[in-house]
C-alpha cells in the first residue's frame, strides 16, 4: 500500500510524531538526492523526533522550574571577582553531587557571584532532572552576624570545597531543589 505525503502526514499527526513530520519532506528529499539506503533515512527521521521530544522536554521542564534565566557557566565575567572557587563551581556544574544524592549550598556576601553559579547549575540539571527554584533565602547565622565568616562555601555531603573571598558575610543564598 502507498501513501501520499499528506496522508503520512496525518497518520504522523495522529500518532503525535511531530518532530517526523516536520522534517518529513526535507529527508525525503535528502535520501532521493544522495541515495540514501531507506534505513540511513528512517534512523534519521527518528533521531529527529528523539531530538524534538528532548527540546520540548527541557523547554517543560524550565518553565516549570520557576527559573528566571537560563545562565551558564560560558557566559560568567571570572574576572568580576577572581576568587571565586573556579573549579568547585565547575565542579558542582558536573551535577555529580546530584548522581550521588549529595547536596551543595553557595554561601557569600551579595554581589559575589553565587546566584550566577547557582542558576547555572540549575539549568544545565534542567537537562536531565526536574528541577524546583526556590528563590532566595536570607541567611542569619551566628558567624554572619559577627562577620567571621568570610569564604564561598560550596558543601556537597562529606566533601567541602572551600575558597576564601575577600567579603565578609553572607546575607543570601540561592536554593534550588533537583529531582
Known amino acids: 500500500m502507498t501513501m501520499t505525503l499528506i496522508e503520512i502526514d496525518r497518520c504522523l499527526r495522529q500518532f503525535r510524531l511531530s518532530g517526523i513530520r516536520d522534517t ?6 535528502q535520501a532521493q538526492g544522495a541515495s540514501q539506503p531507506f534505513l540511513e533515512t528512517f ?3 527518528l533521531q529527529d523526533e528523539l531530538d524534538r521530544r528532548q527540546s520540548c522536554l527541557i523547554a517543560r521542564r524550565y518553565q516549570q522550574s520557576g527559573l528566571e534565566e537560563k545562565l551558564t557557566l560560558a557566559e560568567f565575567d571570572w574576572s568580576f571577582n577572581p576568587n571565586l572557587p573556579r573549579q ?5 556544574h558536573t551535577l555529580k553531587f546530584v548522581a ?6 553557595l554561601i557569600g556576601k551579595p554581589g559575589t557571584g553565587k546566584s550566577h553559579v547557582a542558576k547555572a547549575v540549575a539549568y544545565q540539571a534542567i537537562q ?16 554572619a552576624r559577627s ?8 558543601v556537597a555531603r562529606n566533601h ?20
Open 24 to 29: 518529513l519532506e526535507t529527508r525525503v528529499l
Open 43 to 45: 534512523c534519521l527521521l
Open 88 to 92: 568547585a563551581c565547575f565542579q558542582l
Open 100 to 105: 550521588v544524592g549529595e547536596n551543595a549550598l
Open 128 to 143: 536531565g532532572h526536574k528541577v524546583q527554584s526556590r528563590g532566595f533565602i536570607v541567611a542569619a547565622t551566628d558567624g
Open 147 to 154: 562577620g567571621s565568616y568570610q569564604r564561598l562555601k560550596v
Open 160 to 179: 567541602p570545597y572551600e575558597c576564601r573571598i575577600p567579603e565578609r558575610r553572607p546575607q543570601a543564598l540561592q536554593n534550588f531543589c533537583v529531582e
